[in-house]
């Protein structure tokens, strides 16, 4: 069983940054993919970032060049440093990894609140 731990979120005004991480324990097999999805109230969970085993990575268009995504593999943690906040970005963070055991099957974190103030 994955065990999934953040940290990270809370409140920012317009501009500002935060970095979310989330460490994966438990799993028997290195990850696949791991990603960062959110939900903000009234409106569907969306992906974020994603990236791969291999480093590629994958932004939605309203993170592009404001948002980066990163690994530590040796450690199985998922970073999404925000950068450049706007109040559209406030919504619930949600973490998701995918072990090469379990494709395409994979496990959810807690979600951790981010709240940009304008």
């Known amino acids: 069983q994955v065990h999934l731990v953040k940290s990270g979120g809370g409140l920012v005004q317009a501009g500002g940054s935060l970095r979310l991480s989330c460490l994966a324990s438990?799993?028997?097999?290195?990850?696949?993919?791991m990603a960062w999805y959110r939900q903000a109230p009234g409106k569907q969970r969306e992906l974020v970032a994603a990236?791969?085993?291999?480093?590629?990575?994958n932004y939605a268009d309203s993170a592009k060049g404001r948002f980066t995504i990163s690994t530590d593999n040796a450690k199985n943690t998922v970073y999404l440093q925000m950068n450049s906040l706007k109040p559209e970005d406030t919504a619930v963070y949600f973490c998701?990894?995918?072990?090469?055991?379990?494709?395409?099957?994979?496990?959810w974190g807690q979600g951790t609140q981010v709240t940009v103030s304008s």
């Open positions: 990236i791969s085993s291999g480093g590629s990575t």
């Open positions: 438990g799993s028997t097999h290195p990850m696949y993919a």
């Open positions: 998701y990894v995918e072990p090469f055991g379990t494709i395409p099957f994979g496990y």
